[in-house]
């Protein structure tokens, strides 16, 4: 046996669900998604942490700001989730679980992309342009439940996202006591937040 094909045969095998390549065409993924979609899963195999975004990004041979848009898609389209799990020493990690797109490929539910995926995109492009660097996993799963668990409108967040830059509080968590705080006081639109706006500058 030749030392090459020794080296590949330790380099062990990764297997995917032939459900993945039968529906892709009819899921709302782009190949560039799939693709990142394929190595996370593969990684997911044989890891207990996710993937450090650097190595995941020469591997997919992507930009870090370009993977760091298509996870944060994968993520709106419920494709991945990032949960955090315990390692083999109890220590509390994060990983990207995959099994969402299985599960609904696997029942004849293909991902459908939201109506306010555009938004939700626009709105991690942006907080990522005023805070002037990338957003954690961590960071972009607090976007993500703002806008799919919370159902804050974009507009919101956006407005949120400018009291805070006005403040120079370059934190999601500063954004998400804006947002606590307008949603205690009833105001659930851009337009009511405004108008109180305007109403304490005696506009």
């Known amino acids: 046996m030749s030392d090459s094909l020794a080296a590949y045969l330790q380099n062990g095998q990764t297997t995917f669900s032939q459900a993945l390549f039968d529906h892709f065409a009819q899921s709302a993924l782009t190949q560039r998604e799939f693709v990142v979609y394929l190595f996370l899963a593969a990684w997911a195999q044989h890891h207990q942490e996710a993937p450090a975004l650097d190595q995941l990004a020469q591997s ?7 993977l ?3 996870i944060e898609t994968l993520i709106q389209k419920k494709a991945i989730a990032l949960v955090q799990t315990r390692d083999s020493h109890g220590r509390s990690v994060d990983q990207y679980d995959v099994t969402p797109l299985l599960k609904q490929l696997l029942t004849s539910t293909p991902t459908q992309a939201k109506p306010e995926a555009q938004g939700g995109q626009q709105i991690f492009s942006q907080i990522e342009v005023e805070f002037g660097r990338p957003l954690s996993p961590i960071e972009q799963q607090t976007i ?8 804050y409108d974009p507009a919101l967040i956006k407005l949120a996202l400018r009291e805070a830059v006005l403040n120079q509080a370059y934190s999601l968590r500063y954004m998400d006591r804006i947002l606590l705080n307008w949603e205690k006081r009833h105001l659930t639109t851009p337009a009511q937040v405004q108008a109180e706006q305007e109403r304490h500058l005696g506009l």
């Open 60 to 66: 997919t041979k992507l930009g870090k700001q370009d």
């Open 144 to 151: 993500n439940d703002w806008l799919t668990v919370d159902h």
């Open 68 to 70: 760091y848009t298509v």
